[in-house]
């Protein structure tokens, strides 16, 4: 037989209450509990309905006083926590004490333990995992250098970002190929997976967590490509070849253009020179027609008189 005391500390009237001494303590129980962030948990007392000389205290890692109930001949005391991280999340089921955690955090992972006094004291304890939202993961392809092997390599990466709490895993149809956890971290994970490009099965990434899970779906070649890609495929030949006669074609009329432009500048100013000749001879031819037709009239003057 054990002997076990609680202090319940509980403010009436500026008195603290109380200490209960009891024999016959059990022995604590624990039970682990996983949440989705963002949903709502309750922690469960085993009770239906709370009687009289009864006290139910929770606490969270083992200092922070939740939620407690006492009755007592001529005294019934109802707490519940409003302060921290718990504000506006912490609720209580007024008939049998169970803890009501609402649109719970990961910030409220951790050790929980409930107190239950009567003729004896009773623990249990819960261990609280919140997962957050599980990522997609996002896969890669690293190819390898081109060679004359004919089992050329490409590199798969698996990967996710800012998990706790998971496994990261490849799988070949319905067969697990390699698995990686990571349990207290928040960070970066990778998982790396070597294939062959005649490969034709199709693989998948799987990140789990004991609630969830999500999946990506690939075929090799969707993110690999082949040394030998080009010459196996004839569209992607095809598509290469206007490709070059594109360019070339480009090119050629851009010299072209070139050319013309050059012939183009070199006969305008060949014309400009010619013209600017012409001009001087047209004008001498003029000024001496003008002369001889003043001297023809000063004869005609020279006649009349």
Not at 32 to 40: A, C, L, P, R
Not at 51 to 62: G, S
């Amino acid at each position: 037989m054990t002997f076990s005391c609680v202090m319940a500390f509980v403010d009436v009237d500026n008195i603290l209450l109380s200490i209960a001494c009891v024999f016959g303590a059990d022995a604590d129980e624990v039970t682990s509990v996983s949440v989705m962030e963002g949903d709502s948990v309750t922690l469960h007392t085993r009770l239906t309905d709370i009687q009289r000389d009864i006290q139910i205290l929770w606490t969270f890692q083992l200092n922070t006083r939740l939620a407690e109930i006492i009755k007592r001949e001529q005294m019934n005391i109802y707490f519940v926590s409003n302060d921290g991280i718990f504000r506006d999340h912490i609720q209580m089921d007024n008939q049998t004490g169970s803890l009501i955690i609402t649109n719970i955090t990961t910030e409220h992972s951790g050790l929980y333990k409930l107190m239950i006094g009567s003729d004896k004291i009773s623990y249990i304890s819960f261990t609280v995992i919140v997962h957050a939202r599980l990522p997609v993961p996002v896969i890669t392809g690293n190819s390898s250098q081109c060679s004359s092997s004919s089992s050329e390599k490409c590199v798969l990466l698996c990967s996710v970002m800012n998990v706790t709490h998971v496994s990261l895993s490849w799988y070949k149809g319905k067969s697990l190929l390699s698995s990686i956890s990571v349990s207290d971290l928040n960070i970066r994970l990778s998982l790396h997976l070597e294939v062959e490009y005649q490969d034709t099965n199709t693989y998948r990434c799987v990140i789990n967590n004991p609630i969830t899970h999500h999946t990506q779906h690939l075929h090799i070649t969707d993110v690999c490509e082949s040394c030998s890609a080009l010459v196996q495929n004839p569209h992607l030949v095809g598509i290469t070849v206007f490709l070059v006669m594109l360019v070339v074609a480009t090119a050629a009329v851009g010299v072209m253009c070139l050319l013309y432009n050059r012939n183009t500048r070199h006969m305008r100013h060949t014309r400009d020179e010619e013209e600017i000749h012409y001009a001087d001879t047209t004008f001498r031819a003029r000024h001496n027609e003008i002369s001889k037709a003043d001297d023809h009239t000063v004869y005609s003057s020279v006649a009349l008189s």
